[in-house]
């Protein structure tokens, strides 16, 4: 069954069994299971269906980004950049619009070019649970953002079912991918009683340049090489559940085809502690964490690689600590009242160390951000009301108090300096009040009627609001070179940061609308127009232009506050052609997004609209073996940032095939992707810029051409 309803494209994609429950409803969603064998029943949401789990785990097997977890959703599209570094896009907003919180982290970027996001620091193998709220969301689920929030949990302890019995169980898979000879394998194992679980979880990915479809050449600065680790000890005994996961991620390289750095290291240390009790008056949850970030940044071979005298090092180091408390109270067999408190503590120093012998990147060192905080404390309260059985409302506030502030910096050559507007640049923060204190405001409001059996209709209205982020208020830099490292959207242009940058205002209102056959297994179509007005958007303002290389210009621009909208309108659907005993089960899925953002400061198109898109598949089970045929079609990207000199792409459809068997303890898939191998351009890849360093070419960042996967899975 595909999803019955939806609110603003609610996502859910869970790995254990579920069951409903009047008093554990929370938010509509769409549910995709995962391959997951926890004991404990996970929350079902109203309306909620399952996608097949083997359509997931090819996904998973496949692809080494947890952001293709998300791709061909309604309202979603992908920011790639790195391979492994995808940044999700809910109805044509993203980064730090987007809260993502991985098992009750919000994690942040901690990188001036956002190289490593929140997704790349989790492997795709370990998910459990993803809901993706578009827009409007719960405030329960998510401050500070104007987006929506994706919430990540990784797979649920494991305990035997009976006492003084110990099971072990896992799982094990390797993947190959023809194009950029890409290989990686993940696993983890579990060894458990009815109390105590313990669980290793590991993976492993890497992969050369990749190539363009026919004729489009090899794409440079596209290589990655990535490991991950944890170990998740959690402890039950009746209706209370301990669990905690500590964890490491090591990235030692990845290129970044559309920014003029790659990543030469970036390693996460974390620790992440829950507990989770059930009792008779409702549930109580609290977590608390810690995370440390090393991060570099310099060139690899592509845009002519670095040694000590050579290149440009770049290096930062974040730490987040924060705890996240909430109570879901049933107050009657209608009421259900959800509270909570959380504190996020961030730190952040950005540092670019002197090169040797260099005139320009010396003898001193740069510092970007130095000594920057952003602590954030987050209180909520909202009410769940079921009116009957086809009617259930939300209301919900919230209020974030963001407290921002950062040291004196320093540039290449002191504080005296030799560049006079970089000092002067200098001396401007350095005596400016920098210390900043926002106090934010949330509201939404949901209603989901039932109207009769073949249709449902949800509506509803969210006030976000989202402080900037340290790099948007706090960098400096007035020079080309200084000003060209800060910038994650793969334009090739140039920024600054602006000290008194107000907070995004986002007022949302969204309506959908469900048809389905009565017992919602059949055939449906959902439709979801959306609008969004956004006060003080963080925007930029353009100061003058250089020249780059190959003629190409670089537009110098600053962070500002502009007003801007977003409508929309998301579609789905699908239909069971077939179902016998013969042929198996034959189902048709569809979806189409279409998204159009403007700023009404400077009447021009907002930055990285992803253009009409959608996909058209078929997909058959039967017995133990399954399979899909997928167009994909993109129109021509026309509408674009002329501040960003943002580059159009032509349209183009791309065909995609796979298969899945399964045979005793042992999963095969295989797939072959851009069977045609299409020549197409990524509409939010950016500019290749290492293709223009390395080539002196200048294009639009190229897709990914025809690639063979095979992947390889072992349960037991």
Known sequence: MLSVFFIQSSVSVWAAETSSSAKTQTLPAININADDIADEPSEITPGSTTLKADQL???????????????????ISLYKSGRIASLPVLNGMADDRVATVIDGMRITGDCPNHMNPALSYLNPHDVSVINIMAGIA???????????????????????????KIISTGQVSGFFHSNGKGLGASGDVTVANDHVSIRYNGGWSQSRNYHAGAGGGKVKSTQYKMFNHDVTLAYKKDNHLLSLNIGQTDTPYEGFPNAYMDMTKNQSVFINGKYKGDFDWGTL?????????????????????HSPTTGMPMNNIGRLAGYDIKGTIYLNNKNTLRVGNE???YTLNDWWPALQGSMMMGPNTYHNINRGHRNRLGTYAELETQWDHDIITLLGVRNDVVMMNTG?????????????????????????????????????ALLRWKADPNFTWETGYARKTRSPNLYERYSWGTTPM?????????DGNAYRGDINLKPEIANTISTSFNFHDTKQEVWELKIQPYYTYIHHYINVNYLGSASGRAGTTISNLQFANHNAQLYGVNSAGSYNVWNSKKFGKGVLQSNLNWVRGTDLTNHTNLYHMMPVNGTLS?????????????????????????????????????????????????????????????????????????????????RALPGIGRSFNVALTASF
Not at 59 to 73: F, I, K, R, Y
Not at 142 to 162: H, L, M, Q
Not at 410 to 438: C, H, I, P, Q
């Open 482 to 490: 200084a000003m060209r490292m800060v910038g994650w959207f793969g």
């Open 408 to 444: 004196q910096v320093s540039g290449y050559k002191g504080l005296a300096g030799m560049n006079a507007t970089e000092v002067a640049a200098m001396d401007r923060f350095n005596s400016a009040n920098r210390g900043k204190t926002d106090v934010n405001f949330d509201v939404t």
């Open 285 to 305: 949850e609290a977590r608390g964490y810690w995370q440390r970030v090393t991060h570099a940044m310099n060139m690899l071979g592509d845009k002519g690689g």
């Open 57 to 75: 785990k090819s996904v998973v097997n496949n692809s080494p980004d947890t952001g293709a977890l998300l791709e061909h959703q309604m309202g």
């Open 138 to 164: 719960p405030v329960s689920l998510g401050g500070d953002s104007t987006a929506g929030t994706i919430n990540i949990e990784r797979k649920s302890p494991v305990f035997a079912k009976k006492k003084n």
């Open 618 to 698: 078929l997909n058959q089970y039967i017995g133990n073996w399954s399979g899909r045929i997928e167009g994909e079609f993109v129109n021509a990207k026309g509408l674009t940032d002329p501040l960003r000199r943002e580059p159009k792409t032509p349209g183009y459809i791309l065909l995609n095939m796979g298969a899945s068997y399964t045979w005793n303890m042992f999963r095969l898939d295989g797939s072959i992707e851009n069977v045609m191998n299409k020549k197409y351009y990524l509409p939010m890849g950016g500019l290749s810029i290492g293709d223009l360093i390395a080539d002196n070419r200048v």
């Open 343 to 345: 504190f996020a503590y």
